[in-house]
């Protein structure tokens, strides 16, 4: 094994150290709405810090490998791609830690009828799905599964648009939930980024595999 090989296995591994670390984001920021546990979303919120140092870490990797190894052709566009994802991933981590605050700040547990009228947790299990979905394709440099992304994130995108409606029609009957149906709607937005980023990183994965570039088609 060359040097440069090992310093693109050794900047994979951190990658997908970082994707694991935010899809755990993920799934305790959905288990603390459901449960209501505070205690779960403090926690989210100040694992957010061991988020950024990955990206941080990451991003010097990729300027090492840059100016010391020069890469060309498939190790080139593995560091690029891996420069975005690494952009992309700390953004989901940041919106995990958007949502464990909204948490932190309700005085109640949230309501199971405004929850399944917007098909809430369907859309956030689907979030989470997506960004696990990319994590194996980039393991298994699988292209196809990066491309099923773009199909996946029509659920999130077809309940994103449902949701004001629905939670414009709850607020008429339940005045005195106003707020909490007003950041259920903000996570909801928030779940909708998540398949946009999840789609940014699936074009990432086409690019460094196939060399073809899907941005903006």
């Known amino acids: 094994m060359t040097h440069l090989q090992s310093e693109l296995k050794s900047l994979k591994t951190d990658i997908i ?7 755990s984001q993920l799934d305790k920021s959905l288990i603390s709405l459901k449960t209501f546990d505070k205690d779960l979303s403090r926690e989210v919120i100040s694992n957010e810090k061991r988020v950024n ?3 941080l870490k990451i991003d010097r990797d990729c300027e090492n490998i840059f100016a010391l190894f020069n890469p060309v052709a498939v190790d080139l566009r ?9 952009s992309n991933l700390e953004r989901i981590g940041d919106i995990a830690e958007g949502i464990s605050k909204l948490i932190t700040n309700e005085k109640e547990s949230f309501d199971e009828t405004l929850l399944e009228c917007t098909r809430f947790q ?21 292209t196809q599964l990066a491309r099923s992304i773009f ?3 029509e659920l ?20 005195d939930k106003t707020g909490q149906a007003l950041n259920v709607l903000s996570v909801i937005r928030k779940l ?3 398949g946009d980023q999840g789609k940014n990183i699936a074009e990432e994965i086409i690019f460094y595999l196939e060399a073809k570039v899907l ?3």
């Open 156 to 175: 999130l995108d077809e309940i994103n648009a449902e949701a004001h409606q629905f939670i414009t029609r709850y607020i008429k009957d339940h005045l």
């Open 122 to 142: 369907v859309m956030f299990e689907a979030s989470i799905h997506i960004v696990k979905d990319v994590l194996m394709a980039f393991e298994k440099e699988d």
């Open 192 to 194: 909708e980024r998540v």
């Open 53 to 55: 140092s990955y990206e």
């Open 151 to 153: 199909k996946k994130d």
């Open 17 to 23: 150290e970082m994707w694991e670390l935010v899809i």
């Open 215 to 217: 941005k903006h088609k």
């Open 78 to 86: 593995m560091v690029l791609a891996t420069l975005k994802i690494n």
